[in-house]
């Protein structure tokens, strides 16, 4: 750089002192490729990164909805046995995560992946909201359909469950989960209309019965989904 242009842009730089100060933090000290770096370095250095530098990660990022997206999986698996400090940190971060999101990649259905996210924290409202939007956006999708039927399940919802499992079933007939689910709570709910008793699974029992399938290993390339 020659000295002419040096002085030019620390002419420059006297004028807009705010704006110096601003690029030298936000891009000269750590910019968007430095983050870009360690994003992808932490991403290839474990297969599956502890819950906690995954949320160091997140809050760098200012709650980026394609960070969520790359370790959604390591958010829904780990968040559930997490401390409760970690927990209130995964809680506070998805509306965070939302507020920030545009739908500018149709492949990536966050809302599906933060519904996913919220049911197994237990926050099952949460997740029928986030559910909706997801159909509402990408189209009716039997993954979706047996997810809120699960939902439904845990508020103990029975004729509501029974409605999302029959549609789950009713987009893919050969979604054999959906076609279990339904048995399942046409039998509860057939108790209780003849006054039998409607045992409440165990906690062990239900986390065998309640696994969410990851949207889009269930995906047929063909499926159009609404969002």
């Known amino acids: 750089m020659t000295a002419d242009c040096t002085e030019t842009c620390e002419k420059r730089s006297l004028q807009f002192p705010h704006l110096s100060t601003a690029f ?3 891009i000269v000290s750590f910019g968007p490729n430095d983050f870009f770096v360690m994003q992808k370095a932490a991403d290839k250095a474990a297969n599956t990164p502890p819950l906690k530098s995954v949320l160091s990660l997140m809050k760098l990022s200012g709650w980026d909805p394609d960070v969520f997206y790359k370790f959604r999986n ?13 927990k209130q ?3 506070h ?10 739908a500018l990649d149709n492949e990536k259905d966050i809302a599906f992946e933060i519904g996913r996210l919220c049911y197994n924290l ?21 993954i979706t359909s047996h997810n809120m039927g699960l939902c439904h399940y845990s508020k103990k919802q029975l004729v509501l469950a029974a409605t999302c499992f029959e549609e789950a079933f009713a987009l893919n007939n050969s979604y054999q989960k959906a076609s279990i689910w339904l048995q399942r709570v046409r039998q509860e709910i057939g108790a209780v209309l003849h006054g039998g ?20 290993q269930a995906l047929q390339p063909s499926q159009s989904m609404l969002a």
Do not use: R
Request: aromatic share 12%.
């Open 93 to 102: 971060g998805i509306s965070l995560v939302w507020s920030n999101y545009y």
């Open 24 to 26: 030298e933090d936000e």
């Open 122 to 142: 237990h926050e099952y409202d949460s997740a029928l909201a986030y559910y909706a939007i997801s159909v509402w956006d990408t189209g009716k999708h039997y």
């Open 197 to 216: 008793a409607c045992a409440v699974p165990t906690q062990p029992a239900m986390q065998h019965l309640t696994d969410i399938v990851v949207h889009e």
């Open 89 to 91: 940190d995964v809680k």
């Open 74 to 86: 390591v958010l829904s698996n780990q968040s559930p046995t997490a401390s409760a400090e970690l």
